[in-house]
C-alpha cells in the first residue's frame, strides 16, 4: 500500500542518496576560515554608505542567475523573443509594471525607518548585507526547504546553519566515530519565526512525556515488539526496571535520554526495526490517538491536567503552543519574577512542589533568555539545578530556553572559532564592545545544559525574516515530532530537514541568508560578538543617560526598570548614581574605555541585554513627584503617542520613535510590581498596570557618530515630547522647564 508514508519515506532516500553525493564533492560551503572583522563592512548604514557595493553586489546575483539559465541546455529554445519585447502589449505591461513598482516604491515610504538612530523602539535595525545578499541571490533560484528535492542546495545550507546555532549555543557536535559510539548529537534547524520554534518544542516535549506510556502499551500488546518486552529502564532516582512495569507516574518521569534511547536500544538489544518500532507506536501514540483516546486509554490514574510553566516575561508564543497542542493555555502556569524581572527560583520550586504532591505532570520549565519587553535573563543555571534536584525526588521535565532574543548574545562571550587571525590594520577605533553582566555570563554557559533552545537569527543576526531557529541539545528530540521512522544522523549524510517541524513549504533563501551571514560574522567575539557587544554598549550608555536625564529643576523623573547594582546591594545609590553621572554620562567612548572602573561598573548597570523599559513620572505644582500611578500611565501614554508612528503619516515627521508596552501583575506577579510602583514614586497608589517605554538599542554605532554623540539629541528629543506631553496632560505645567 502506498500510503503516505511509504511516499515519504522513498523521498527520503532519494534525498539521502543525493546528499551523500553531494558531501562527497569538494564545493561543499563550509565555515571554515571565513570570518571577517569590519563593522563598517557588514551593514547599508544608516545614510546608505554601502549603497554601490550593494547594488553592485546585487546585479551580479542577477546576472549570475542569467548565465546560470542560459547554460543550462544552452541549445534549448528561448521564448521572449525582442519582437515580442517591442509589441503594444508587452510594451503597455512594462509601462504598468513601472508605474506599479514606482508606486509601491513610494508607498513603501510609509514604512518603519528602521536604520535610523532615531528610531529606538521594537527589535529591528538595519540587516546584514550577507543577509540580504544571501536571501536575495537564494530567492531568485526560489528553493523550498520542506523536502531536499525542492532544495537541493539550500537543504544543505540549512544543515550547517543548524550545527552553527547548536554550537554558537553551547551544544558540543561529537565527531563520527563518537556518534557511532553512541554520544548524544544536536541538531537545529531553521524556523519561519521564534513562534513556531516554541511551539515545536512544546510539541516534542509533550511528545516525549507521553511516549513511554505508548510504548509500554505497545510493548504489553503488540507480538511484534515481543522480542523487546524485557527491557529495562534507568528511572531518574537511579534504580532500573523493566518498562512494562512501571505505573503511570513513573512512566511520566523518565528522564529524556533515556526515553530517546528506547528506539535504537531496542534495535540493537531485540533486533526490532525501526520500522516496525514507528508502525507499532502508530497504534497507540498520542500524535495518532488524540489526546481524548489517549487520555482515557493511559492517563485514567492522573486527575490533573499535566502543565508546562514559564515565566510571566514569557512570550505571546507560548499560550499560542498550549492551545495549538491541546495542552491549554490554562494548563501553561505563569511562575512570577523577581524585582529584576527574572523568574523567581522561590516560586518555581513552591509550584514544583504543588506538582510532585498532588501528581501532576510537568512537560517543560520554560527559562526565557533575553524576555521580549525588558531582555531580562532567567536563572538557567538554578533552573537546571533544581530540575537535578526534583529529578531525585521522581519529578521530571525537560528545559527549554527560549533565547529568540537573547541566544546570539552569547556570542559576545564566545572565543573565536574556525577565524583566520585578524589582520594588523583594523577599521579605525570602532565603538568598544561592552562586556556581559557576570550574572548573565553564568547563564550562558550554562545554557548547554537544556534539552531545546529557540533563538531567531532575524532578530540578534540582523539577518532578514523569516529566520527563526530550534536547536535540540538531543537530535532525537526530533523524531518525536515527524511521522516517517527516524534515521540514523550522523550530520553529514542527512535527508531532507523540512519533516521535523510544523512548516510546509519553506524558503529555502532564508537558510542561505543565515549561511551566507554566519560566513563572513561568525557567532562569537570577533564576529556577532562585536556588533552585539557594541549595541550592548550603546544600549548601556542610553540607559545611563535616561536614568541622569531629570536635572533637580526638571518637571519630571526618568525611571529605568532595571535596578543598579547598589540597588541590588543595597550600597550607596546615590553615590553610585553620582559615578555614573561623572564618569559615564557626557563622556567618549574612548574617555569610559580608558577608565577602567567606569567599563567595569558599565558591564553590570542597565538591563541584562539590550533592551531598555522606563518610565516618566512628572511633579506637581509644588515641585512633589505625582503619587498616582494612574497619571503617571497617562503621561507615559501620552509620550508614546507622540513616539510612535500613526498610521497612513508621513515618517519624515518623526524625530524619535520608541516602543510600549504594560507591565500587570497577574503576569509579573506582585513583588515585580510593587517594587517598581515603589520606585517611580507611586508605591502608595491603586493599580497594578505599568506602562512603560521600551527601546531595544540595536545600533551599535550610537554613541558616537562624525557629529558628536547621537544621544544628545535622543536627550534633546525625549526632553520636547515629555515637555509637550505634560502640557497636554497637565495644562497648569506648561511654561515650567
Ligand atoms: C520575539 C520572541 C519570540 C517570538 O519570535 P517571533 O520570531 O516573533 O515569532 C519568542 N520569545 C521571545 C523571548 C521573543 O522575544
Redesign the pocket.
Known sequence: MDTPRDALSQGFEKARQGLQQVAQSSDLPNFDSTGTRALEAWFLGPKAENADELERFIVEAIRDQAFWRRNFHPSDPTHITGEMKRSPEYLEAMDSLTEGYQSLLAFLKKSVPFFSPRYQGH?NWDLTIPGILGYFAAMLYNPNNVAFEGSTATTILEILVGDDLCQMLGYTIPDREAIDRGAIRPWGHIT???????IEALWSARNLKFYPLALQAALQADPALAAGKSIVITLPTGASRPLIELDTWELLNLQADDILALPTRLTAESQISRDTITASLAQYSLQSLGLQEFSRRFLSQIDKSPVFLVPG??????PKAAAVLGIGAANAIDVPVDKDARLNMAALKDILERCLLEKIPVYTVVG?????EESAIDPIKDILALRAEFRQRGLEFTVHG?????GYHISVMRDDFDMPEPLASLVAAPPPAVPLKHYVIEQFQALGGVDSI?V?P??SGYIP??A?ALCYRNSAMRDLVTFSAPVVFHGDAEPTVGIYGIEGSKPGAAAAAVYLSHRVIRPSKSGYGKIIGEALFSCKKLYARLLCMARPEDPFVVVPVSRLPAEVDGADLAAQIQFIRDRIVGKTNQEIINDRDAMKLLAEIGPDQNILAYAFNFKNASGQINTDLAQTNRLNKALYDRLSINPGDDIYGYDLIVSTTDLNAAQYGATFITDYKHRLGVGKSAGDSITVLRSVVMDPWVTETTKGSFLDILEHEFRKAVTAALAEIMPTQTGRD
Open positions: 527589535m519561519c519565526d521564534g513562534t513556531v520554534a516554541n516575561t514569557k512570550h505571546y508564543s507560548f526565557v533568555v533575553g524576555s521580549t527560549d533565547a529568540a532574543w537573547g529557540t531567531d532575524h532578530k525574516y523569516p527563526g
